[in-house]
């Protein structure tokens, strides 16, 4: 028997036989590990990093209540919206030693219109007491009740100074009042105390965070703790830079989306590295059964076989490993700007450069390598060597039954759920039709030698006299060497379904939003930008408008029950105030969409059933900001992906201080009017005509998908271009042997080039029925025409792109072997 440290040497010898199926893997990992790396940066990104607070900055401790649903044993659930904290807080907080000064933060929107100019603009308000915790460099006097501060940028856009009066609008109540003071520091509108705590959108006794400024000779973790004495566990005490994310909402949430999308992305492309590594592992050491061969007759054990495939396709992989991490840094970087561009993340959350990222992936990356090579060399290394040496030249007649049954399974499980959209068509319908087509990937590399030999041999035994040398042989290489065949029609097959199912998936998403909000939308026109109630007023009171709608989005978090396990989930709604009934169709399927006022909701049919609701029952829901109402169901609805699964009364969101900027109002009436009334109004746009997406409101996702799948569609592309040059290149004793029996360059070329196009062939069925079937039965579901949503021409065009891959890298590394002489 060899001894245990025997295999070293070997390694490096067979390393130098096979380095181009070696490199191959080098590359994949280069590749695969850069994009693996740029989602674990943004991964991390959205777990540590912090921005340091900005208009809070002289607060040195911030009081918060958790912006989060607590769920046991699994993830907390983030609440989108500020969850609020009781002004009686301060209180206790003021009587804490080395705490300075105390005040209540509050932030609302108001519309100010200077006087004259008749100009107006809609600016966050606060509370003066915060900005006052620093020296915010003022430029006159403090606001008493009836008098505002504004910072140096506010003032100089609408032309005004100190003394100068002006119209303020907030919440449904307009008032005059008069400049007092102007400063250098963030927040654009300040208010004394008094009429803060007066016209701030919450209920009474509550507010959004409590600010501290500790002693300057105080410690501050001493005061901190301190404070989290005072009110106790259930509220955040927060210092530092985390102060950042406590301000914004903005940042929190954007960490939230962040790392949904980026861990998404990284274990999809982890996925992705380790399938591809399995196949040019899988090329190599079946180019190495020789070899490998002899080791078993001069005494190597199993054990020690699958150490020394795993030892080289190890040092193979650190190749690429170290250049693939380097680049993905910078790459992280591009990412999150596209991102920030798309309006997807917070430009202001920084990215976290640190080592843990990278080592995560250099760990990860080697782990799978290490699995992929063991399980490519299981078989090899447990067959007897008299076996071993027979088979040295030739692939195993018949594939493992286990495998090729696993491989059948999962493929059936994965065309299964693609029927799903036709019993249930809802969003858990999108989910499982994209997800099966990568199941149903695995299923064919497993199935792929046993369905490859079964479909070649079947060609090959209708050959006959006529048939042509080089297609016979090129069927006969196909048949013979299935586990070639299969590798290289499960990577192609990978690059087409990968492709198909993203595009079509969010086409069909798109195409079904957009048709059911073209369809529900009744009103005439959109008056976009920060809205406050009273300027839903004023447009309503406006001669020609019939009717004005205030719509804004939110979030509600639910907890339901199935199979006795409670799952507890965030959910988008929109919140539609009264006479929703005027502009919105929703295909009502019971109850009444004008009955939507005070503490009510409006649910989708499927949900409703889902849930055991009707209408008339009412149902726990916990708001964006954490709180917890029970509205009654007044209406069940059909048209869920163009408007959400919930519909929300404003009246319920206002009352827990919510719905305190309005994003859009759907009006009903003269377009003419809505334009006139908006004239003069910054930030306000007009938009006619009865859709809800003529302003891109699904480009984001579009373009978020699209910065996914494009730089992770090149890495598939070449990975699978450079494992088809690799295994072709092996193939250079087979070629000779031809050509020293006869056959001429010419001949040899047209071979590959047939075998090139059967398995292209081979990929593209495969391809097409993993992912073109479940994006057809999708969009029946979904949609009602049982074809993929979207531009048509990406099926032929990927076609196009996935033979011209196969057939240009395989006659491009024949043609360089056919350079060679026959011998030597």
């Not at 919206?81 to 105390?102: C, F, H, I, K, Q």
């Not at 007092?180 to 927040?187: L, R, Y």
């Not at 064919?444 to 060609?459: D, E, H, Q, V």
């Not at 209406?635 to 408007?643: D, E, P, Q, S």
Request: charged share 15%; net charge neutral; aromatic share 4%.
């Amino acid at each position: 028997m060899m001894p245990a440290s025997s295999p070293q040497l070997p390694a490096r010898a067979l390393a130098r036989g096979h380095l181009g199926a070696l490199l191959a893997l080098a590359f994949a990992i280069f590749g695969g590990t850069a994009l693996i790396t740029a989602g674990a940066v943004l991964t991390e990104t959205s777990l540590s990093a912090q921005a340091p607070p900005d208009r809070l900055a002289g607060a040195t401790v911030l009081v918060s209540a958790p912006q989060h649903v607590a769920v046991a044993e699994d993830f907390d659930v983030r609440l989108t919206e500020r969850a609020s904290v009781p002004t009686d807080l301060a209180d206790r907080v003021a009587d804490v030693p080395g705490v300075a000064a105390v005040a209540t933060d509050v932030t609302f929107p108001v519309s100010l219109t200077a006087r004259g100019s008749g100009s107006t603009v809609t600016h966050d308000a606060h509370s003066w007491a915060v900005a006052a915790l620093s020296d915010p460099g003022l430029r006159g006097a403090a606001p008493k009740t009836g008098e505002v501060v504004l910072n140096h940028e506010t003032a100089e856009s609408a032309g005004l100074a100190i003394g100068d009066r002006l119209e303020l609008t907030a919440g449904d109540t307009a008032r005059t009042v008069r400049v007092s003071g102007i400063v250098e520091s963030p927040g654009a509108v300040h208010l004394a105390q008094q009429d803060a705590a007066v016209v701030a959108p919450l209920p009474d006794g509550v507010a959004d965070l409590i600010a501290v400024r500790a002693s300057d000779d105080a410690d501050t973790a001493q005061v901190a703790a301190a404070i989290e004495d005072a009110v106790g566990s259930e509220y955040r005490v927060t210092t530092g830079d985390a102060r950042g994310a406590v301000e914004s909402l903005a940042i929190g949430n954007a960490r939230g989306e962040l790392l949904e999308l980026a861990a998404s992305m990284a274990g999809v492309l982890l996925l992705l590295v380790g399938f591809i590594a399995a196949s040019a592992l899988a090329i190599s050491v079946a180019h190495q059964r020789r070899e490998l061969a002899l080791l078993r007759a001069v005494g190597a054990t199993p054990r020690q076989i699958r150490s020394l495939v795993a030892r080289q396709s190890t040092v193979a992989a650190a190749v690429g490993l170290v250049p693939g991490v380097a680049l993905g840094y910078p790459l992280a970087g591009w990412f999150s700007g596209e991102l920030a561009d798309a309006g997807a993340v917070s430009t202001e959350l920084p990215v976290a450069y640190t080592p843990i990222a990278g080592m995560t992936v250099v760990a990860l990356t080697l782990l799978v390598v290490q699995l992929a090579a063991r399980g490519a060399v299981l078989r090899a290394s447990r067959r007897p060597a008299k076996e071993a040496m027979g088979d040295a030249q030739v692939e195993p007649r018949h594939p493992s039954r286990i495998r090729t049954g696993t491989g059948l399974t999962l493929i059936a499980l994965s065309l299964a759920p693609a029927f799903l959209p036709l019993v249930m068509p809802g969003d858990a319908a999108f989910l499982s039709a994209a997800s099966s087509t990568l199941v149903g990937i695995v299923g064919l590399a497993l199935a792929g030698p046993a369905l490859a030999r079964a479909l070649t041999g079947r060609l090959f035994r209708r050959t006959d006299d006529r048939t042509s040398a080089t297609r016979w042989l090129a069927l006969n290489n196909t048949h013979a060497y299935a586990l070639r065949t299969a590798g290289s029609v499960s990577v192609l097959a990978l690059a087409l379904g990968l492709t198909l199912t993203q595009v079509y998936a969010q086409s069909t998403l798109d195409t079904v939003t957009r048709e059911e909000q073209s369809a529900g939308m009744k009103a005439d026109a959109r008056v976009t930008g920060p809205l406050t109630a009273g300027d839903v007023a004023a447009l309503s009171a406006t001669p020609g408008i019939d009717a004005a709608v205030p719509m804004v989005s939110t979030t509600f978090v639910r907890t339901s029950t199935s199979l006795g396990d409670a799952t507890t989930e965030r959910f988008p709604a929109l919140g539609v105030g009264p006479g929703a009934d005027q502009v919105l169709d929703l295909d009502v399927a019971d109850g009444d969409l004008a009955a939507l006022r005070g503490e009510s909701v409006a649910l989708d049919a499927g949900a409703a059933r889902r849930w055991g609701l009707r209408v008339g029952d009412r149902t726990a829901l916990r708001l964006g900001n954490g709180v917890t109402v029970r509205p009654v169901v007044v209406a069940t609805y059909r048209r869920a992906f163009g408007f959400g699964g919930l519909i929300v009364s404003t009246d319920l969101l206002t009352a827990h201080g919510l719905a305190r900027s309005i994003d859009t109002v759907l009006v009903e009436g003269d377009s003419a009017a809505a334009r006139a009334w908006a004239e003069g109004r910054t930030h306000h746009t007009v938009v006619s005509g009865r859709s809800l997406t003529e302003d891109g409101g699904t480009n984001m996702e579009r373009w978020i998908s699209l910065i996914v799948l494009m730089p992770m569609l090149g890495y598939v592309l070449v990975a699978v271009a450079n494992s088809l040059r690799t295994a072709t290149g092996r193939r250079r004793e087979e070629l000779a042997m031809l050509r020293m029996l006869g056959a001429t360059p010419r001949q040899i070329r047209a071979m590959v080039t047939r075998e090139a196009a059967l398995i292209s062939a081979l990929a593209i069925t495969a391809g097409l029925m993993l992912s073109v079937l479940p994006m057809s039965v999708l969009a029946l579901g979904v949609v009602g025409r049982p074809w993929p949503q979207g531009p048509l021409w990406v099926i032929p065009a990927m076609s196009a792109v996935v033979a011209l891959i196969a057939t240009c890298s395989m006659r491009g590394a024949t043609r360089r072997m056919l350079r060679r002489p026959v011998i030597g």
